[in-house]
């Protein structure tokens, strides 16, 4: 089967690190890559209705939701914005619980089996700063079902820095299966 692997990209720096870490890493996949900037898309606000049931999602989370669909791997391109995922990745995921509720949608079993991988940047030199935004996510591919590939971790501040981190040389190899 070929591999599609879309990426979620959230950054409020257009062009930066982490997307540009995103893209060295998918130099070296086969198959479709396909991409998506969250900070570019225009996410409705979350809102959990239960006890009511959960409308089906529209308009751009529709369009998103599509693509997940498609997807053999997913991967969270995003820096570390206070030891967290930035807004619009977190946004994403909240509405993955409404989507977990949506009658007829069995997101879960939609996902289950997916490869879930996380690429993101950080300008603080302590190595643990990202880590709890990787157990989030590799906790995410757990409940889901997924298969979590792992996290690539970059080092940058300015643009183009991450170019000069290790993590630039270990990028077209961190995707491959």
């Not at 130099?27 to 225009?42: E, H, N």
């Not at 529709?62 to 914005?81: C, K």
């Not at 080092?155 to 993590?167: I, K, R, T």
């Amino acid at each position: 089967m070929e591999r599609h692997v879309l990426f979620l990209l959230s950054s409020a720096r257009p062009a930066g690190n982490t997307q540009a870490l995103a893209r060295q890493a998918a130099s070296g996949l086969r198959g479709t890559c396909d991409w998506v900037d969250l900070a570019q898309v225009a996410l409705p606000g979350f809102a959990d209705p239960r006890p009511a049931p959960m409308p089906p999602p529209e308009g751009a989370l529709a369009d998103i939701l599509g693509r997940m669909t498609l997807a053999s791997d997913i991967v969270f391109a995003a820096p570390v914005y206070w030891y967290a995922l930035p807004a619009p990745a977190k946004l994403l995921l909240d509405h993955w619980s409404g989507f977990l509720d949506a009658p007829g949608l069995n997101f879960a079993a939609m996902m289950r089996g997916k490869r879930l991988w996380l690429i993101t940047v950080r300008a603080d030199p302590d190595p643990a700063v990202p880590v709890a935004m990787e157990q989030a996510m590799e906790r995410t591919a757990a409940w889901l079902g997924m298969v979590w590939g792992g996290a690539l971790h970059g080092l940058g501040d300015a643009p183009g820095d991450v170019c000069a981190d290790a993590s630039w040389h270990r990028a077209p190899d961190f995707l491959t299966l």
